[in-house]
């Protein structure tokens, strides 16, 4: 079974950036589409960005588009988000997951906080 762990989050100010790392243990990872998702206090988990096994198609959020980018290292079991130009909005707890596995079911990670001030 994949496990994922998410680091890189932090305080910054408003038009600073940020680089979530989400690392994974099992040899599957690679066939895996990896998609990082955030919460925010008091609202729903919501899509940031999305990137297939290859790393030859992603997928963001109108709200980051421009602003983040996704990319991963197969050869590392690594997915990243690089976030540039960040606002206060982007404020919330971010998470890495895996597509929905045979079972139906995501993994997830543990999530890490991203706080950006104004």
């Known amino acids: 079974q994949v496990q994922l762990v998410e680091s890189g989050g932090g305080l910054v100010q408003a038009g600073g950036s940020l680089r979530l790392s989400c690392a994974a243990s099992?040899?599957?990872?690679?066939?895996?589409?990896m998609t990082w998702f955030r919460q925010a206090p008091g609202k729903e988990r919501e899509f940031v960005a999305r990137?297939?096994?290859?790393?030859?198609?992603?997928d963001y959020a109108v709200s980051v588009k421009g602003r983040f980018t996704i990319d991963r290292d197969n050869s590392k079991n690594t997915v990243d988000l690089q976030m540039d130009s960040l606002k206060p909005e982007d404020t919330a707890v971010y998470f890495c997951?895996?597509?929905?596995?045979?079972?139906?079911?995501?993994?997830w990670g543990q999530g890490t906080q991203v706080t950006v001030s104004p």
């Open positions: 997951a895996t597509e929905p596995l045979r079972n139906g079911w995501r993994v």
């Open positions: 099992g040899r599957t990872f690679s066939s895996y589409t």
């Open positions: 990137i297939d096994w290859s790393g030859g198609s992603t």
